[in-house]
T-cell receptor, first 114, second 118 residues
Framework: DTAVSQTPKYLVTQMGNDKSIKCEQNLGHDTMYWYKQDSKKFLKIMFSYNNKELIINETVPNRFSPKSPDKAHLNLHINSLELGDSAVYFC?????????????FGEGSRLTVL | AQTVTQSQPEMSVQEAETVTLSCTYDTSESDYYLFWYKQPPSRQMILVIRQEAYKQQNATENRFSVNFQKAAKSFSLKISDSQLGDAAMYFCAYRRLYSGGGADGLTFGKGTHLIIQP
């Protein structure tokens, strides 16, 4: 039973297209995140949501739009894809109450823009 | 802003030997968490070990232990009896501790690629 699941795992698309990555967690957590891992493996936070409310929005182009329909889901929509958007995108979650600090990660979605 | 520095881009160790991965961080906070995550070729991010800054005792998890030096802002990971399955990228990470939860994410170092020589 996967705790944090992302779909799709792999995505290959052309420049200029619009694509979405979906994330679902079944851990009962109320805080969710999107991270981007670039080609050098550096992990950087993009967004965080707490109870469906956007909390953190790092310096990310506004072509990236997160949406949280409920506490268990956080989707990432990317418009007008560019070559530089090629990366692995990780969804993560944590419990907002008794905080052990740890984030639970999905398996990542590798996006390749051609 | 908090920063996490891993000064070793790559480390190599013989199977069954011990290796230490270095991590330093910078913060003005007094309460925080530190973590080591492992990322094998499968890409999954796996928590290896966690340390709360208010705890003086170094965390241990089986073959994995840390040397936490709060004053020096240093948090190294020691892997004993290295196994082939330990080969992975290892990321040091920081997170501020909130009494009521908080939505801050983790700040990661750039990672150390650990190679295990058979």
């Amino acid at each position: 039973d996967t705790a944090v699941s992302q779909t799709p795992k792999y995505l290959v698309t052309q420049m200029g297209n619009d694509k979405s990555i979906k994330c679902e967690q079944n851990l009962g957590h109320d805080t969710m995140y999107w991270y981007k891992q670039d080609s050098k493996k550096f992990l950087k936070i993009m967004f965080s949501y707490n109870n469906k409310e956007l909390i953190i929005n790092e310096t990310v182009p506004n072509r990236f739009s997160p949406k949280s329909p409920d506490k268990a889901h956080l989707n990432l929509h990317i418009n007008s894809l560019e070559l530089g958007d090629s990366a692995v995108y990780f969804c993560a979650s944590k419990y907002g109450g008794t905080d052990t600090g740890e984030l639970f990660f999905g398996e990542g979605s590798r996006l390749t823009v051609l | 802003a908090q920063t996490v520095t891993q000064s070793q881009p790559e480390m190599s160790v013989q199977e069954a030997e011990t290796v230490t991965l270095s991590c330093t961080y910078d913060t003005s906070e007094s309460d925080y968490y530190l973590f080591w995550y492992k990322q094998p070729p499968s890409r999954q991010m796996i928590l290896v070990i966690r340390q709360e800054a208010y705890k003086q005792q170094n965390a241990t998890e089986n073959r994995f232990s840390v040397n936490f030096q709060k004053a020096a802002k240093s948090f190294s990971l020691k892997i004993s009896d290295s196994q082939l399955g330990d080969a992975a990228m290892y990321f040091c990470a920081y997170r501020r501790l909130y009494s009521g939860g908080g939505a801050d994410g983790l700040t990661f170092g750039k990672g150390t690629h650990l190679i295990i020589q058979p």
